[in-house]
């Protein structure tokens, strides 16, 4: 059997990889653009000097009977304040404030700038009549990281297209073998929890204000007092998308008191926005007509913010969506972590190979020199060793996962906007923008399609393999304990084999061909009885004594691996490949 | 070595070119040179060929020093254990020792084979006998297998 | 057949040297001088363009340059440091070789090309443009032959497919040939 392995990176694939990074900036740029433009006369308030102002007049202005505002509780106030030698009078609250939906915010503000007070405000030193109470929220910037995303990912595809990478080993003869250079750990976790961190951000971005916000204030309502709340208006909201799909809520407005003072509420659940599902907002609205006295519940701590349904909502449940993309990234960071350190561990054994550097512990350190030609007795080889698989099941997960959300989602975008979007509407769709967008969506669908059957994968049983002598020898007998872990009933086959390969690279100007060569092949196992693959067992492993122990050099190796296959009816068969090494003969056992 | 200038070689004790790890390889290198060299030594080196780029391993280098244009000087290297001279389809790794001399650059090497019991090893396909078996009567050989196994592990 | 008795193993087949068709070492010389020692080798894949550097290299060492050769790897993008430090020093006598200089990123391209330290570049590429051309790397069935003869290998006993065949199978690329050849010998019984 040969293999022939080759890698092409032409200048032809780096411009399309270009161009499509440049797309991906370019989307970021301008949308990032766009916000920061908007936001840009807010945020100069943060240069304007402060001052003190006196506040003449602060009240909160109810236009809710008023039909059609989107905002109709408002906070007004008019101050008087001096700057440059002149007194001036001043009304605005903050740059871009025009009252909101929740009547609970401009109720605050009064309470927290009552008349004849006195407060700081910022004036505009270019324009001393421009003048604000409060100055923009420094997190809205936090907005820009969406943008920022895509520009830093189309930054990284570039360098990564264009920058040079050093040689993993020096073309033509060498006087000294070199073992490839492994990447360094650091770099790899670090690259692996760069990747899964962006999974968790978003999903905490949308995790926290959907559902944890809401589920918190669920919880601290449970102390609110009750009070008498009287309805003065109540309808059903309805709310339509640019798509036409409408959402509905339950919009009211209430009065109530505490400790002699009125108060206007609106808040009807803790969960903000609108939902589908118009029956239920008509039956709330129903038993909340105008004129209704029924049960709210105030904040202690806040009369200001009441709420009437207090409850947990259903709807709420969907909130938790997010928390899908915060368990990805976060488990994705963690098993990059593990990997990483046990993947340190392991390498005091399997650096065992001509020109590579000498472990620092115990045997492996000895059984380290022995490739460069070692004299004397070799070292003790009798320490069992627990043999792990390449690559986890969720590593694999997380990179398919991540792939394919991607991807998907890109693809998915267009496809909308490009064809159903204007489907839907009656219009006609683009003939070019569908052609292209064929292939893109034929490789969306497979890794979408890829994504359930590494999901499935997870979940398979696992194998445990410990090998005793830790490291083979040609003629000498060795041991294998083997069992499962997880669901083991599901198999009904396990087969467990060896296989010995040479490989051999040649780099001629600039291309480099690795040929593979399987010289031995032995299967140690084949279990078929339920019984035996549930317990697992432990069998005889019989090395021919014709066998060489493993080598790596620069251009040429010898590799041994141990291969474990487990069929499973209707789903992704177990397939797991475990690296082992071969030691010369004349070992002390 | 015939009486022609610059030249150098390797003579080896009872001609012998097979050693088993752990051996000792003892023999002659002689040169005769217009002016004494500055340099000579004996390499003890492992190099590859086949399919693949060329790899050489030196493991022992033996310097000589007190130089005179000519001479004869002994020299004994102790065979290293690993990597055993072996060959494949793609890959053949053997052994040799090279003898030579600075500034003139005169060399001389005799390959050996240093592999267990002073035989090459060979990597032959072998072909697993389980493989051309019915599925059925699989797990049955396969456990005398082992059992035949444990037997040789006593 | 075990690797060291295989007649096409990589250490025979770079023993095998440039054969110049309908012109002579002198001659390429000669237009090599006469385009100011700035010039390509230009052929596809296994074509011989690393061969040809290798042969062309000691031909101008004994015309007393000093021959500096850099080998790109495939997707390497950038010198390293060590590339770039065996430039410093070059000096009029100094010729550079750089085999791979595709494989370099637009602007290092560019860079070392404007870097006129040396007396002289020749570079090897798969399309002309770069540098003025100082030969074209062609092959053919019949080159595919004499190589095979030089190794020793007779056309009538030999396995495999024939050589115009082999030729065809790999679009011309000499390299891809002998190593299908390999295996085929490979394959072959160990005596």
Redesign the interface.
Same mark, same amino acid.
Not at chain 1, 171 to 177: A, F, V
Not at chain 1, 553 to 556: K, T
């Given at each position: 059997m040969?293999i022939r392995m080759g890698?092409? &990176?032409t200048?032809g694939s780096k411009i399309g990889t270009s161009i499509f990074a440049l797309i991906f900036a370019g989307f970021g740029i301008f949308f990032g653009g766009m916000m920061l433009r908007t936001m840009l006369p807010a945020f100069a308030t943060w240069f304007w000097p402060p001052t003190d102002c006196t506040i003449e007049d602060s009240r909160f202005v109810d236009s809710s009977a008023a039909a059609g505002k989107e905002s109709p509780f408002n906070f007004e106030v008019h101050y008087t304040y001096n700057a440059q030698g002149r007194a001036y009078k001043g009304e605005t609250y903050k740059i871009g404030y025009s009252g909101g939906s929740d009547a609970a915010e401009p109720q605050q503000l009064v309470a927290a700038y009552p008349p004849g007070s006195t407060a700081r405000c910022y004036v505009d030193p270019k324009n001393p009549t421009n003048v604000v109470l409060r100055r923009a929220n420094l997190w809205v910037l936090l907005v820009l990281l969406f943008p920022a995303v895509f520009v830093g990912f189309a930054v990284l595809m570039l360098f990564m297209t =264009?920058?040079?990478?050093?040689?993993s080993s020096a073309? /033509?003869?060498?006087?000294?073998?070199l073992g490839k250079p492994a990447m360094s750990p650091g770099k790899t976790m670090g690259c692996g929890i760069a990747a899964f961190s962006i999974f968790a951000i978003f999903g905490l971005a949308f995790l926290i204000p959907i559902f944890a916000v809401p589920a918190w204030r669920v919880l601290q309502a449970r102390s609110w007092h009750e009070a008498e709340c009287s309805i003065r208006s109540s309808a059903v909201g309805g709310h339509s998308s640019d798509k036409g799909a409408a959402t509905y809520s339950v919009d009211l407005v209430y009065s109530y008191e505490v400790d002699g003072h009125t108060y206007t509420g609106n808040r009807y659940q803790f969960m903000t926005g609108s939902s589908s599902g118009r029956s239920a907002k008509e039956a709330a609205v129903a038993a909340l007509q105008p004129g209704t006295v029924t049960r709210c519940y105030v904040d202690p701590a806040d009369p200001t913010s009441a709420v009437i349904d207090r409850g947990f909502a259903p709807m709420m449940w969907f909130g938790l969506i997010p928390l899908l993309f915060v368990v990805i990234g976060v488990g994705g960071m963690v098993a990059v972590v593990v990997a990483t350190r046990r993947g340190s561990r392991q390498q005091g054994v399997e650096q065992w190979l %001509?020109?590579m550097k000498a472990a620092t512990s115990g045997t492996a350190a000895a059984i380290a020199d022995? @490739?460069? @030609?070692?004299?004397g007795a070799?070292p003790e080889l009798s320490e069992a060793r627990v043999l792990e698989p390449s690559q986890g099941p969720f590593a694999k997960l997380g990179c398919t996962v991540l792939i394919a959300l991607f991807v998907n989602g890109l693809v998915g975008t267009f496809f909308w906007k490009g064809v159903l979007e204007p489907m839907q509407t009656g219009g006609s769709t683009d003939g070019c923008v569908t052609l292209i967008l064929i292939p893109f969506g034929l490789l969306a669908l497979m890794l979408l399609l890829s994504v359930p059957y590494q999901l499935l994968a997870c979940f398979n049983p696992r194998p445990r393999l410990e090998l005793l002598p830790g490291v083979l020898q040609p003629g000498k007998?060795a041991r294998l304990r083997w069992h499962f872990t997880g669901s083991t009933g599901r198999l009904t086959r396990v087969a467990v084999?060896i296989e010995?390969t040479?490989?051999?690279?040649?780099?001629? @100007?600039?291309?480099?061909?690795?040929? &593979?060569?399987?010289? =031995?092949?032995?299967?140690?196992?084949?279990?078929?009885?339920p019984e035996e693959i549930i317990n697992g067992g432990e069998?005889?492993?019989?090395v %021919?004594?014709?066998?060489?122990?493993s080598?790596d050099?620069?251009? &040429?190796k010898?590799v041994y691996k141990m291969k474990v296959t487990g069929a499973i009816a209707r789903w992704p068969d177990v397939n797991e490949e475990f690296e082992i090494q071969m030691a %010369?003969? /004349?070992a002390r056992r | 070595m015939t009486g022609t200038d610059n030249e150098i070689g390797i003579e080896l004790d009872e001609s012998r070119f097979a050693f088993s790890p752990l051996e000792t390889l003892r023999g002659t290198v002689a040169w005769q040179l217009d002016r004494a060299p500055t340099a000579v030594e004996i390499r003890l080196l492992w190099y590859t060929t086949g399919k693949g780029d060329q790899d050489v391993g030196v493991v022992e280098t033996v310097p000589f020093d007190t130089l005179q244009a000519s001479d004869r000087r002994r020299f004994e290297i102790v065979a290293p254990i690993a990597p055993p001279s072996f060959s494949g389809q793609l890959i053949s790794l053997q052994w040799a020792i090279e003898a030579t001399a600075s500034p003139g650059g005169e060399t001389a090497r005799v390959d050996l084979v240093i592999a267990p019991g002073g035989v090459e090893k060979r990597l032959e396909l072998a072909v697993d006998p389980l493989d051309d078996l019915p599925a059925s009567m699989k797990p049955m050989v396969s456990k005398l297998a082992q059992w035949a196994a444990r037997r040789q592990g006593r | 057949m075990l690797a060291r008795e295989n007649p096409l193993t990589v250490q025979r087949v770079r023993r095998l040297r440039y054969r110049l068709a309908g012109t002579s070492w002198e001659a390429l010389l000669q237009r090599l001088r006469a385009l100011e020692y700035r010039a390509a080798i230009v052929g596809s894949h296994g074509h011989g363009k690393t061969t040809l550097m290798e042969d062309l290299a000691p031909r101008l060492s004994i015309d007393g340059w000093d021959v500096r050769s850099l080998r790109l790897q495939q997707g390497q993008g950038r010198l390293t440091a060590e590339e770039r430090q065996s430039l410093d020093g070059a000096g009029a006598g100094t010729i550079l070789f750089v085999d791979g200089i595709d494989e370099l990123s637009a602007l290092e391209r560019w860079r070392l090309l404007r870097d006129r330290r040396g007396g002289g570049m020749v570079i090897a590429v798969h399309r002309e443009g770069l540098l003025p051309t100082l030969w074209r790397c062609e092959t053919s069935p019949r080159l595919l032959e004499d190589l095979l003869s030089e190794l020793g290998i007779d056309g009538e006993r030999r396995p495999g497919p024939p050589a115009e065949r082999l030729f065809a199978e790999h679009g011309g690329n000499l390299r891809e040939a002998l190593r299908a050849l390999y295996d085929v010998y490979a394959a072959l019984p160990v005596r």
């Open positions: 040969r890698s092409a &990176n200048v =264009w920058s040079s990478g050093s040689p073309p /033509g003869n060498s006087l000294i073998p %001509p020109g022995l @490739g460069l @030609g070692m004299r070799l007998a084999s010995g040479e490989s051999a690279t040649h780099r001629v @100007g600039t291309s480099s061909t690795t040929s &593979n060569s399987v010289f =031995w092949r032995q299967t140690i196992l084949e279990a078929t009885r069998i005889a492993i019989s %021919p004594d014709s066998l060489v122990p080598f050099s620069s251009n &040429n010898v %010369p003969e /004349g | - | -």
